[in-house]
């Protein structure tokens, strides 16, 4: 057995080794990526921000360094609740340290009946995070999630105020818009019934480069081996796509979940028609889409819209981290209301470019794209809250009162 497992490292060595020096790609999609890191070699300025951005980190290993960021200062805030929330059945939930990781624990007066911890989170943390834990080929989700703007440890969305959950499941269908790739088996775990194995190994954390611009193992070959050809060959130039194919890109992951695929999303790619992929769903009602993940329904609703040529990137640069933000995306809203009466009141008659808010610091997104409660997410503090709403700027454009 020591010689197979030893002859097992030596072969894995080799192959490993073999990816780095032909060029051949080792990713786990297949041979047709070339994984983010092969992109930085010629878009290193593009990859380097891209690296900050909130699509870039929407999923990652739990580390304890980052965790640390979230948890210390809240615990200096407020020791005696920071780190716990409290549940109907008078258990709470803690978050703790131990060496290189944090758990969390359930208690009921100073005993604990289960600890799990923290293996990948979800979600960048700039609206919140949420966090998972491994048992075997499972994920399955923490009972607290952490929620930034409020700055507290509350119950994960979806669930129960009346007991600390740990056994909600995770699937691969949650990582095909926080992740770029997971692998998967199907295996029948009753007579009626079918459980998925997921490969931990196999995760393409966050959404890199291909997710969006579709395999480049040729383009990084043909490029590297022709660096006089400044014209990208083999890759598909976003601006090149129909508007409706573009924002077939952004609403592959910002259309809802709330659809059945009828395969995985993962096999996407820029061009593709996203129909395709779901079965149709007649019944659905689309007149009250939600703020929560529905952002290209609430975008194409507008008369803004409806009116122009904009996607999504006319004012969103995927590539960017978009905190502190907020004058850019006023300044996208003159670049087509700079003759209205109504912006020349607000901003001035001659500084609609200059000068983005007046003295009582009117802007264009507080009045036209508000935040609004989420009918989907809501959660409940420790400190006795209960159904806190949620709220996230709606993408629908419109006057409202």
Not at 119 to 125: H, R
Request: hydrophobic share 30%.
């Amino acid at each position: 057995m020591k010689y197979f497992v030893t002859g097992l490292l030596i072969g894995l060595a080799v192959l490993f080794s073999q990816c780095l020096h032909s060029g051949r790609s080792c990713d786990p999609r297949g041979g047709g990526y070339a994984g983010s890191k092969a992109c930085k070699r010629c878009h290193e300025e593009i990859s380097d921000d891209y690296s900050h951005s909130h699509h870039f980190q929407t999923s990652s290993i739990a580390t304890a360094e980052e965790l640390k960021g979230l948890i210390g200062p809240l615990a200096r805030e407020a020791a005696d609740l920071a780190d716990r929330v409290y549940f109907a059945d008078s258990s709470y939930v803690r978050v703790e340290e131990v060496p290189g990781s944090f758990l969390q624990s359930c208690y009921r007066g100073t005993r604990s009946s289960r600890s799990e911890r923290f293996d990948i989170a979800f979600g960048s943390g700039e609206k919140a995070q949420t966090y998972a834990y491994w048992k075997d080929s499972q994920l399955l989700e923490l009972p607290l999630t952490w929620y930034a703007s409020q700055r507290i440890w509350a119950n994960s969305p979806g669930f129960s105020i009346r007991r600390a959950h740990y056994e909600r499941v995770i699937t691969s269908r949650c990582f095909e818009c926080h992740a770029s790739y997971i692998g998967k088996e199907t295996v029948q775990s009753g007579p009626l019934s079918l459980t998925e194995k997921l490969d931990r190994n196999s995760i393409v954390f966050g959404i890199d480069c291909e997710r969006c611009h579709g395999p480049a193992a040729q383009h990084v070959r043909y490029q590297a081996e022709n660096p006089g050809v400044k014209t990208a060959r083999y890759i598909v130039p976003i601006k090149s796509l129909t508007r409706q194919r573009q924002l077939d890109i952004c609403a592959a992951c910002h259309s809802g979940n709330d659809l059945s695929p009828q395969r995985s999303i993962f096999s996407f790619v820029p061009g593709d028609t996203l129909s395709h992929f779901y079965f149709p769903e007649f019944a659905a009602d689309i007149r009250d889409p939600d703020v929560h993940g529905k952002q290209v329904q609430l975008l194409e609703s507008s008369l803004c819209f409806r009116r122009s040529t904009m996607t999504c990137m006319t004012c969103h640069n995927p590539h960017e981290t978009e905190n502190d933000k907020l004058a850019g995306f006023v300044s996208k809203c003159m670049d087509c209301h700079q003759r209205s009466a109504h912006a020349a009141t607000i901003f001035g008659e001659n500084e609609q470019k200059k000068r983005h808010f007046n003295l009582s610091g009117a802007n264009c997104l507080d009045c036209h794209m508000p935040l609004q409660m989420s009918k989907t997410i809501y959660f409940n503090s420790g400190s006795g809250e209960k159904n806190i709403p949620y709220f996230i700027r709606t993408h629908k454009i419109a006057v409202y009162k």
